[in-house]
């Protein structure tokens, strides 16, 4: 009764001979996932090749009957060229997911009941097989190329794996605001130990990591300042929050083409609490990748210099914190790892949910009495979760997993941004890409308007981008991320060349 | 609850492409009968968000909160600190109830410049610090009214409706109907109803929207939440009918600690999973040595240091609590104290 039947021979064939088909006999000992019948391999090639959408990561195929070795070959096949993660329900077939997932998690300890006779091919095979997508499936893309969706907006789009999903199932959990949840407790040791920093606090956004530490770095009555980047997402992303809720005022300083602020601006916008005219600087925030500019990494070497003149020039009294959303990316990039890279920081916020690819949440890292204030801002804030276990869970499936494998977003960046270059469009820093993040403008006499090109692309290609950055709003930012492939980066490149270049 | 949301289609929420998150938005709004809903990680952000939503940063907005309310004593001071909003606090009977007198002492026109001006009022349903009270319809009725009628409109009436499950469960309402008479609500999900967090805030369209843009600065814009409102979701379709069992067990608690001679507000009236109460005058030990011995030799954990001078404690049912363990609870606090 949970199956969805995709085509109408497989529905023809459950009408007439609903015997064979033991998912509805068994009834309720099948996992409400949306499994599939799959009559033939040209139908399950159908159903894996569907539009990654989201009910991909909860794909699931049942296989009732692949005894023979060479059905299993045919089955290895498909899942090797699809482009959902399969994940197998029967455990004697489990080597062939790419994903492997302990399937008894799901099931308990019911087996599923497999027919001993899979509909013969000979019959299906005489039938049509057209696929009438679902309604939850389908996009509204009428393209005719394909039937998947390259979504290169952001990483923040990255859905849950089906085994990252697993883990939320099995983590122990109590309510985090008593300091309870054990799941949360033992991901924020684990970032903290990654970053050789004494505390950590999971929070559910990057904003909040980086609210949590300005409030914390920073004090009210005190007229604090901070110094950040003109282009820096705290400056230009964050609701003013800074401002607005934190009640610190900021001075903004332009940085360079790698994201770094030059250290003479910083000397200059620095004040000291000695007269009665200025603010108090007590916080640099700092980012990195720097998203705005291009994803770019920045090196140890400056984020270390930025520490030393903190602590040796100023006293020590200005804190050096680090927006660090997609740190990982940059670590990656660099070859260093996050915590050399931000030795020279007291406290990082990193995102679980970009690129690393957890459904939500960040965690800020830092002092123990930092992150004292930070837990008490993160409540008032109302970042003061209950069971986050759940959702710490995956977070950590994510760190432990999912990070190096990031080398892969940027190669597929690198490409794009090459493609890119090579067919005349305007990339800044003559197309020099560090991760997974790129910007580009099209070329002087491109045939369509900027307004144009995102959903000329989406129809005709399937490629969803995002316009409207960098002044004038004439740049598009491309992100690579896991639910991105090399045939969405041709795509991408083909597409938007055919649209724009003559 | 969880498998739920392993099969949650998600998206990026942030965007509105979350088809779980609008789902339970919208359920949640057509339950309390307002136009739009908000889901955020916590009540305190559900609160929060609508005081930044309703009241206006730089004309100094006032609201007007019950003393004891949550948003007074428990949200960290943030309708302050974070939102810059002023509060007059008035007492509640112990009913839940501000007077109508007080709160027109209390409310301020924009007419004289030594005054801030009232654009909020706060409700809380069920009155948490006060005994867990449901809080009758009449009353929000007539708060809504007073603010529509006789403040011309101009203020608008919120309900910190955490617990407004138990508080309908009790009073055999709809929550659209005891809610009738407010703009806005919160009500958690992470509570009685049993998701591991969550909260909603519902209310109108325009509300919402700015609601929704306070979050996402406020920090709680997160982007394949699915994952948990479809736990929400699941909460809200099995978990509200069964509060009753805990109101059961509460008023079971209260009435075996009455009987045993401990002193109860409200002369032991328990409306819905809360349940005060304070050692008797003979008590055989002090206060602060109740919760550490009662968890060593029956295995029940509570929590004290409530009311003035920290006299009381305080008990909650749920469902992960039965009859044994109210039977457990009563019999160890009654043999250690008396």
Not at chain 1, 384 to 399: D, P
Not at chain 2, 73 to 91: H, R, T
Request: proline share 3%.
């Amino acid at each position: 009764k949970n199956c969805r039947v995709v085509t109408s021979a497989a529905q023809n064939i459950i009408n007439t001979q609903p015997k064979t088909f033991p998912i509805h006999r068994t009834g309720e000992s099948i996992p409400s996932f949306p499994p599939y019948l799959a009559l033939s391999r040209k139908t399950f090639e159908n159903i894996t090749m569907m539009p990654s959408s989201s009910h991909r990561q909860s794909l699931q195929v049942i296989i009732l009957s692949a005894r023979s070795s060479r059905r299993r070959r045919d089955f290895k096949q498909c899942f090797s060229r699809s482009n959902n993660r399969i994940a197998l329900s029967n455990c004697q077939h489990h080597q062939l997911a790419r994903k492997p997932i302990t399937h008894h998690d799901v099931l308990s300890s019911r087996q599923i009941t497999t027919s001993s006779s899979f509909p013969s091919t000979e019959r299906t095979r005489t039938t049509t097989t057209s696929i009438e997508p679902l309604s939850s499936f389908s996009s509204s893309s009428k393209n005719n190329n394909n039937s998947k969706i390259t979504d290169l907006r952001s990483d923040t789009l990255t859905s849950p794996t089906p085994s990252m999903l697993q883990t939320a199932l099995r983590a122990p959990t109590g309510d985090d605001v008593l300091s309870e949840d054990p799941t949360v407790l033992s991901l924020e040791a684990y970032a903290a130990s990654l970053f050789d920093k004494p505390s950590a606090l999971f929070v559910p956004a990057g904003t909040m990591g980086n609210l949590c530490a300005i409030l914390s770095h920073c004090h009210y009555n005190k007229s604090s300042e901070m110094i950040m980047g003109k282009h820096s997402h705290i400056n230009l992303y964050e609701g003013g929050g800074y401002a607005n809720l934190a009640g610190v005022s900021g001075k903004l300083v332009e940085e360079d083409e790698d994201g770094k602020m030059d250290v003479e601006d910083l000397r200059d916008a620095f004040r000291r609490d000695d007269d009665d005219h200025y603010a108090k600087t007590v916080l640099v925030a700092l980012e990195n990748t720097h998203n705005m500019l291009g994803g770019v990494a920045v090196e140890k070497g400056y984020v270390d210099g930025i520490g030393r003149l903190a602590k040796d020039e100023w006293g020590g009294e200005v804190k050096i914190h680090i927006d660090g959303a997609r740190i990982f990316n940059a670590a990656i990039s660099l070859g260093v790892s996050v915590g050399e890279l931000c030795e020279g920081a007291d406290s990082v916020t990193f995102c679980l949910s970009k690129g690393l690819g957890a459904p939500m949440g960040a965690v800020l890292v830092g002092d123990q009495e930092f992150i004292r204030l930070a837990r008490r801002a993160r409540k008032k804030l109302g970042g003061g979760m209950r069971q986050a276990g759940v959702m710490a869970a995956m977070g950590m499936y994510a760190l432990e997993n999912h990070v190096q494998r990031l080398a892969e977003d940027h190669e597929r960046a690198k490409r794009l941004a090459s493609g890119l270059h090579d067919m005349g469009f305007w990339l800044p820093r003559g197309g020099k890409v560090d991760t997974n993040v790129v910007f580009f403008g099209l070329p002087e006499d491109s045939k369509i308007k900027k307004e144009e090109l995102p959903h000329l692309l989406f129809e005709k290609y399937g490629v969803k981008i995002a316009g409207g950055y960098s002044s004038g709003g004439k740049l598009f930012r491309l992100v690579t991320h896991m639910d991105v492939d090399d045939e969405g980066v041709e795509k991408a490149i083909e597409g938007i060349a055919s649209l724009c270049v003559n | 609850m969880l498998r739920t949301a392993l099969l949650a289609p998600t998206g990026d929420d942030v965007l509105s492409e979350d088809p779980t998150v609008l789902a339970l938005e919208a359920y949640a709004a057509s339950l309390f009968d307002k136009p739009s809903a908000l889901f955020v990680p916590t009540g305190t952000m559900g609160n929060l968000c609508a005081i930044l939503s309703h009241c206006h940063y730089n004309k100094s907005s006032e609201m007007i909160v019950g003393k004891h309310s949550h948003i007074n004593l428990y949200e960290g001071g943030g309708y302050a600190n974070l939102a810059g909003v002023s509060a007059k606090s008035v007492e509640e009977d112990e009913d839940g109830k501000m007077n109508l007198g007080d709160l027109r002492d209390a409310f301020r026109r924009d007419d004289d410049d030594h005054y801030a001006k009232t654009v909020l009022v706060a409700l809380e349903n069920t009155h948490n610090m006060l005994g867990g009270i449901a809080v009758e319809k009449e009353y929000v009725d007539g708060i809504g009214r007073l603010a529509k009628e006789e403040w011309g409109g101009e203020v608008k009436v919120h309900v910190d409706g955490a617990r407004i499950f138990n508080a309908a469960v009790s009073l055999g309402l709809g929550v659209g109907e005891l809610c009738q008479g407010a703009d806005s609500v919160t009500f958690c999900l992470s509570k009685g109803l049993g998701a591991p967090m969550g909260a909603v805030l519902v209310g109108d369209r325009e509300f919402i929207r700015l609601a929704r843009r306070a979050r996402k600065r406020l920090g709680g814009g997160m982007r394949q939440a699915g994952v948990m409102a479809a736990m929400g979701m699941y909460a809200l379709e099995n978990h509200v009918g069964r509060l009753a069992e805990d109101h059961e067990r509460a008023k079971r608690l209260a009435a075996g600690l009455r009987d045993g001679g401990f002193w109860l507000p409200r002369g032991g009236k328990v409306d819905t999973n809360v349940v005060f109460f304070g050692l008797p005058e003979g008590s055989r030990i002090k206060k602060e040595d109740l919760p550490p011995l009662l968890f060593e030799k029956c295995g029940v954990k509570i929590a004290g240091g409530y009311s003035s001078g920290g006299k009381l404690f305080r008990l909650v049912t749920h469902m992960d609590v039965d009859d044994e363990g109210v039977e457990k609870a009563i019999e160890g606090i009654v043999s250690l104290c008396l």
